[in-house]
Each structure stands twice: as structure tokens, then as C-alpha cells.
């Protein structure tokens, strides 16, 4: 296979001492990824989420395309351009009812990270002295000094624990004891909490946790009880992971501030969106320059990813992709039943496009040795699988057929064979 080494790049979320090289792909089209030497793999977790309807999908192509055209990139602060302005008023009109504005960002980190601070803001503008954030624990919110705060502690952050700042923490609702999680928030929420951040049904890189849309609405509702803002990280939930095209539709509310990024643009270019109700656009509306959000990145609102943005909104509502991510996941929930009692795996569990299940190793966390070994048996048949640890999951574009599917699924089960207890 066509591996790059010697390179002058440093890559995430890597240990270059485990992992020297890198495979150099040269082109991608639908569910394949292709190498330079012409090796594919099959892209099992849509390259970290991001992609939803499939690489190269040609009308994103081609709004880029076109975009470049005519604009590639605008200072956003008193000035703006069609593109910014046709975008936000799309999102407004496919996002659930109350999220009124939209500030533009450029990743997952950042869209939380200015949720956070849009938060903070409100009550500090309203005069009132509300500064704890309240989190779910496992939780994965970015990597910037706030989203690493509000995440659970862990070997992802521990090196900069000087700089991060204190949140309350409740449990997971695990089955069965979700009474205990909302009995918690209720308490910081009593307390005078300004904000609970959580990830909409499913725990990304915390392991692909999964709970129910009643407990999520519960904690909305004890949130509301107490006058607690409620932000919805669905940077990866958003755009049709969960089965619905934003996860809290299935808990049947609009959260106070919202945050999408990944599936945004189809996950062709960066962009993110922190969407928010009028009363905190509201509470930074004034005579006074001291009031107003400050947060800024240079390519806010950049031309070139909000007409892509345009582009994915109108695959979602002029093609069949509804249809398409329905149908994916009757294929996911039949696959996942495959292992359901298989005594090598435990908890495995679907949730709308994503299975997960954990491989029985007695080994357990995101240090756990096997994903490398998990990832590279999984290279080496041809398929992007990037195993949490001992958790494998199958996280794929909405283009992927079933026979594609069985592709991952049948690694999976070798998998177990080899390293399974």
C-alpha cells in the first residue's frame, strides 16, 4: 500500500512513535477512498464524521465550483455577500422554530466554543451572576482551552489542566438509571447553573453512547424549570446521523443555542454555525460597545463553504436523501442485530446511521492497545475503521449500499475472531 513517511506533517490524534506513516489518498468518490498506488478503502466512518451524502457529491462540486468564480473570501465584519445571507436564512427555515440567528464559525470546536461564550454573555449582560457550565460526563466537545473544559477530563486534555476552567459534571443516563442523571442536573440547575452543553442522544468520541430522546427531553425540561440555558452540540448529530435531520427533533424541542459544523457542507470544506433564540441575540443588542459578542475568525462566513452549505441543503430537500438515510439505517439496525448476541462483543447498540458495539478484551479506554491493532487489520482489508479503543463502530456516508456494508461487517467479525476473548 502507498504510505507516506519522513513527512514534515504532524497529524491529530497521533502517536508518530505507533504510527510513522500515513496512507496518501488521492482520490475519493461516494463511500471509497483511493490511494495513489490504486488501494481503496472503504470509508466506514465518513473520514471522522464528517461526510453524509458522499464524497465528491457533484452539486456541492459544483457550487464550489461556480463560487470561486465570483468571491473567495470577504472580511464578515461589516460587510457580507449573498451566500452568508441565503444560508442563514435557509438554516432558519430547516432548523427547529426559535433558532432565530446564526454566527458563523469554521469548526465543530469553535461553533461550541462560541455557544459557550454566547451563554456566558446573556446573563453577564442581564446582570445577573450566572458562570458555572454544567456537562455530561464522557463527553466530547472540541479542543479549543472552553470545549476541552466543558469535555470530560481525560488523556485527550490532561497536559493543559492548568488552563481549563471548572464545570459540574453529571452521569451519564445509563439504562435503567437516568433518574440519577437528571436528579443531578436539577441540583446545579437549583444552584444557578448558566448553561448544560450536551451531545443530542449519542456520545461521540466518548465511546458512542447511546440514550434515549425521553431522558434528553427531561433534561430540557428540568433545564427550562430553572431557567437554564440549553445547548445542543449536534456537530456531529446534525444532518441525518440519528435518523432525523437534527437529533433533538426526536425529543420534540428547540434547544436555546444549537451548534452544527461536519455535515454542514456535506463535509466537502469547513464550516460551522452556532444558531441561537432571539433572546440571546437580544441580551447583546445595545448602545453599548462593551455588550456586543466578541468572537471572530478570519474566514468567517466564508463564501466558498456557505455555498457549498447551499448546495448540501438542497440535496436534503430535491433529492432523495431523506429516503436514502432511512433506508441506511434499516440496513445499520440489521447488521447490528448480527452481533447482538455474540459473546464476544458487549453493549452493542444502533442509533439512527451509527452501530457501535465494544469487543470483550478486558481492556477498556481510548488508550487501550488493540485500536491500533483493530486498525490496522482493518487497513489492511481494505477499510477506514478507526476502533475508540475497544469500541468498533460503523459511523458511514448515506451512499453506501448494504453489499458495501457487509464489507464492514464481515472485517468485523474476523476481527473478533482473531482478537476477541
Avoid at 455555498?307 to 440489521?334: F, G, H, S, Y
Avoid at 447498540?349 to 488493540?370: C, E, F, K, N, P
Amino acid at each position: 500500500m502507498s504510505v507516506v513517511a519522513n513527512s514534515p506533517v504532524w497529524r491529530p490524534f497521533t502517536q508518530h512513535a505507533l504510527q510513522p506513516g500515513a496512507f496518501k489518498i488521492a482520490h475519493a468518490e461516494g463511500a471509497w477512498l483511493t490511494a495513489d498506488d490504486g488501494t481503496r478503502f472503504l470509508d466506514a466512518i465518513s473520514s471522522w464524521w464528517v461526510i453524509t451524502h458522499g464524497h465528491r457529491r457533484p452539486e456541492i462540486m459544483k457550487a464550489i465550483r461556480r463560487q470561486t468564480e465570483t468571491l473567495d473570501q470577504i472580511i464578515f465584519a461589516g460587510f457580507t455577500h449573498e451566500p452568508a445571507e441565503a444560508l442563514a436564512r435557509r438554516l432558519v427555515e430547516v432548523a427547529q422554530p426559535g433558532l432565530d440567528y446564526v454566527f458563523y464559525s469554521d469548526s465543530g470546536s469553535t461553533s461550541v466554543e462560541v455557544a459557550i461564550k454566547m451563554a456566558l454573555g446573556y446573563w453577564r449582560n442581564r446582570g445577573e451572576a450566572r458562570m458555572r457550565v454544567v456537562a455530561l460526563e464522557h463527553s466530547y466537545h472540541g479542543d479549543t482551552v472552553g470545549t476541552m473544559s466543558a469535555g470530560a477530563r481525560s488523556v485527550f486534555n490532561a497536559p493543559y489542566e492548568p488552563l481549563l476552567f471548572d464545570v459540574a459534571r453529571v452521569p451519564f443516563p445509563e439504562k435503567g438509571r437516568e433518574q440519577e442523571t437528571l436528579d443531578a442536573l436539577e441540583r446545579f440547575c437549583r444552584d444557578g447553573a448558566a448553561a448544560f452543553i450536551v451531545e443530542p442522544l449519542v456520545l461521540g468520541a466518548g465511546g458512542m453512547l447511546i440514550y434515549g430522546a425521553q431522558t434528553l427531553a427531561e433534561m430540557k425540561r428540568v433545564c427550562e424549570k430553572f431557567g437554564v440555558l440549553f445547548i445542543a452540540d449536534e456537530v456531529m448529530t446534525g444532518f441525518g446521523r440519528t435518523g432525523t435531520l437534527f437529533a433533538c427533533e426526536q425529543a420534540g424541542f428547540t434547544p436555546d443555542i444549537a451548534c452544527y459544523s461536519k455535515g454542514l457542507t456535506g463535509g466537502s470544506v469547513p464550516l460551522a454555525v452556532t444558531m441561537c433564540k432571539r433572546e440571546i441575540f437580544e441580551a447583546h443588542y445595545a448602545p453599548d460597545r462593551a455588550r456586543a459578542f466578541f468572537h471572530s475568525s478570519s474566514y468567517t462566513a466564508n463564501p466558498i463553504g456557505c455555498a457549498a452549505a447551499l448546495a448540501n441543503l438542497d440535496v436534503w430537500e430535491k433529492t432523495d436523501a431523506t429516503e436514502r438515510v432511512a433506508n441506511l439505517c434499516a440496513l445499520q439496525a440489521k447488521r447490528a442485530a448480527r452481533f447482538e448476541n455474540d459473546a464476544r462483543f458487549s453493549n452493542v447498540r444502533s442509533l439512527g446511521a451509527i452501530v457501535a458495539m465494544d469487543l470483550r478484551l478486558g481492556q477498556s479506554g481510548y488508550l487501550a492497545t488493540i485500536s491500533l491493532d483493530l486498525m490496522r487489520f482493518f487497513n489492511a482489508r481494505g477499510l477506514l475503521l478507526r476502533p475508540l479503543g475497544q469500541t468498533i463502530y460503523v459511523l458511514p456516508p448515506y451512499c453506501v449500499t448494504g453489499e458495501e456494508l457487509d464489507l464492514a461487517y464481515d472485517a468485523i467479525e474476523a476481527a473478533a475472531r482473531q482478537f476477541g476473548a
